[in-house]
């Protein structure tokens, strides 16, 4: 579930930064068509400088992410690893157990046959 959740998450991030590019894109483009000495090049300027350190922000956060999703990963497949040999070990005392029981019970019919075996003597 966790592991999900931590897809999602990056999913997000990522789409954020995909729409952040084409922002800049657009603005750029805006830029353009706008020619010299215009006021509304400062307000641009600053919305760039702005996104551009909101894109480091998000691109800080997603390699954060991507790591936890690799300590979540490692997590999984120990806790699957453990469940293998959890249940490898079952199998084993089930044998074992087994083995035991089956050795009781011939030890038991040995003691019955001789005991029987002597009473005809």
Known sequence: MKLQQLFAER????????????ER??????????GPGNRDLRALASYIIGSQMQIAS??????????AISEQKARLIRAEQNEKLLATLREKRAHEWAQALNNQTETEAHECWIASWNRED
Not at 14 to 21: F, R, V
Not at 25 to 34: D, F
Not at 58 to 67: F, G, M, P
């Open 11 to 22: 999913a997000h991030l990522t789409k954020y930064l995909e729409l952040a590019a084409q």
């Open 58 to 67: 998000v691109r800080s956060s997603l390699r954060d992410l991507e790591q």
């Open 25 to 34: 894109a657009e603005a750029a483009q805006y830029v353009q068509h706008l």
